[in-house]
């Protein structure tokens, strides 16, 4: 779980739980939008964020983390209209 109190977006944890994990390069492949995996905050911006992270869900929409030397940061690109793989290419 992820606590981000500083992220100026209206979100406040995300769980990577079912996501999948390639050790050797460091990287997390996370289905954006998926069920159970990001909070929202509960204001009219937070609902209008959720929305469209659910459509972007149905378009394939994914982040990457990519993780540094010592797993303590990541960048997180979003992809959208991927192929929904389940894993790391």
């Known amino acids: 779980v992820f606590w981000m109190s500083t992220n100026a977006a209206p979100e406040l ?7 999948y994990w390639d050790e050797d390069r460091r990287m997390l492949n996370l289905d954006a939008g998926a069920t159970y995996n990001w909070t929202y905050s509960a204001n009219s911006v ?5 929305l469209c992270l659910r ?3 149905f ?7 990519h993780f540094n030397e010592d797993v303590t ?6 992809y959208i209209c991927g192929c929904c793989p389940d894993s790391c290419p």
């Open 73 to 78: 940061e990541a960048s997180m690109p979003l």
């Open 46 to 50: 937070g609902w209008m964020y959720w």
């Open 13 to 19: 944890l995300a769980s990577l739980d079912g996501s």
């Open 59 to 65: 378009f394939c929409a994914e982040m990457k983390l």
């Open 55 to 57: 459509v972007s869900y």
